[in-house]
C-alpha cells in the first residue's frame, strides 16, 4: 500500500471519529438540556399536589361556612353533627387534640432527651450503633399496632391504679404517643449533639468540668436549635396522628380537662366522618373539611416554628 493510499484511509477514519463524536456530542447536549427540565418537573409535583390539597380544603370549607357561623364553629363547646339539632363547635376537638399531645409530650421529651444523651455524650460507638437502629424500629411499627397496644394493655394497666379510668380514654393513647415520638426526638437531638466539634468538649474537659457539667452547660446549649426543632417536629407528629387515637379514645366529644374520659381529636372526627355516616353535600360531609383545614393550620404553624426556632438559635461551627 502506498502513501496515497494510507492518507487516505487515515482521512476516512478521522472523518468517521469526527461524524459518531459530532453525534454523541449533539446527544449529549440534548440530555444535557432535558435534565434539568425533568428534574423541575419533578420538583413541581410537591408543589402543585400541596397546592391542590389547599385548594380543595378552601373550596369545601367555604361551603361549610356558607351553612354554619364561623365563630360558632371556632368557639361552640358542644359538637353534636348527627343530632335533630346538629352543632358544630370544634372546640371539644382541639381540646382532644391538644391534651393528647402535652400528654405526649410529656412523655416523649423527657425520654428522649435523656436517650439523646447517653448515645451522644456517654455510649460507645458500638453501643451507638447497636441502640441507635434498635430504637429507630420503633418508628418503623404501624400506628394501628399502637392503638390496639393502648386500648388492650396499657388501659388496664392504668385502671388498676386509677379506678376513675374509663375503657376510652385519653391519658393510655397519649402516654403510647409519647413512646411512638421517642425515635423521633432522640434520632434527631443526637444528631444535633454530635455535630458540636469535639474542641468544645474537650475545652469544658480541660477546665475541669465535669462529664455532665460539659453536657448540660455545653452541649445542650450548643445543640438547643436540632433539640427544639426535635420537639417541635414531634408535637406535630402528635397533632396528626390518628390511629392510636382512633382505637383507645373513643368518639365521645367532651369539651373537658379530666384525662380519665373519652375525648375525641380532630384526626379521629375526620375518620369518623368518612367512615360513611356522611352523605356527600351535607353539612356533615363539609365539616370534615373545615376541620382538616383547622388541622392542616396547626400543623403548618408547627412546622413555621420548627423553621424560625431552627434558623433563629443555629449554630455554625
Excluded: W
Excluded at 279 to 303: D, H, K, W
Amino acid at each position: 500500500m502506498n502513501n496515497s493510499d494510507t492518507t487516505k484511509n487515515n482521512a476516512v477514519q478521522v472523518r468517521d471519529l469526527i461524524h459518531k463524536n459530532s453525534k454523541t456530542k449533539s446527544i449529549s447536549n440534548i440530555t444535557e438540556k432535558s435534565v434539568p427540565i425533568i428534574l423541575f418537573l419533578i420538583a413541581m409535583i410537591s408543589l402543585v399536589t400541596t397546592i391542590g390539597i389547599l385548594v380543595t380544603l378552601l373550596t369545601e370549607t367555604i361551603h361549610f361556612f356558607n351553612r354554619v357561623s364561623i365563630i360558632e364553629f371556632f368557639t361552640g363547646t358542644v359538637l353534636k353533627p348527627l343530632s335533630q339539632n346538629p352543632q358544630f363547635g370544634i372546640l371539644p376537638l382541639i381540646s382532644g387534640t391538644i391534651i393528647s399531645s402535652v400528654i405526649a409530650m410529656l412523655v416523649a421529651g423527657p425520654i428522649g432527651i435523656m436517650t439523646a444523651i447517653f448515645l451522644s455524650e456517654y455510649a460507645s460507638d458500638r453501643v451507638r450503633r447497636t441502640l441507635k437502629p434498635l430504637l429507630e424500629l420503633l418508628a418503623g411499627i404501624p400506628t394501628i399496632v399502637y392503638g390496639f397496644f393502648a386500648f388492650t394493655f396499657v388501659t388496664p394497666l392504668l385502671r388498676e391504679f386509677i379506678p376513675g379510668l374509663e375503657a376510652t380514654n385519653v391519658l393510655s393513647p397519649g402516654i403510647v404517643m409519647g413512646i411512638m415520638i421517642v425515635p423521633m426526638i432522640a434520632s434527631l437531638s443526637e444528631d444535633a449533639m454530635s455535630s458540636v466539634p469535639n474542641g468544645m468538649r474537650e475545652g469544658a474537659l480541660a477546665l475541669g468540668a465535669t462529664r455532665l457539667e460539659v453536657t448540660l452547660r455545653v452541649i445542650v446549649p450548643a445543640a438547643l436549635s436540632g433539640i427544639i426543632a426535635s420537639f417541635v417536629l414531634g408535637i406535630s407528629r402528635a397533632i396528626g396522628e390518628t390511629m392510636i387515637l382512633t382505637i383507645a379514645s373513643g368518639s365521645s366529644k367532651n369539651f373537658t380537662l379530666d384525662v380519665t374520659q373519652s375525648m375525641q381529636t380532630m384526626t379521629a372526627y375526620i375518620v369518623e366522618v368518612s367512615g360513611g355516616d356522611a352523605p356527600a353535600g351535607s353539612t356533615i360531609y363539609y365539616s370534615l373539611y373545615a376541620v382538616a383545614m383547622t388541622l392542616f393550620c396547626f400543623t403548618l404553624l408547627m412546622n413555621i416554628v420548627a423553621r424560625y426556632v431552627s434558623r433563629r438559635f443555629r449554630e455554625e461551627y
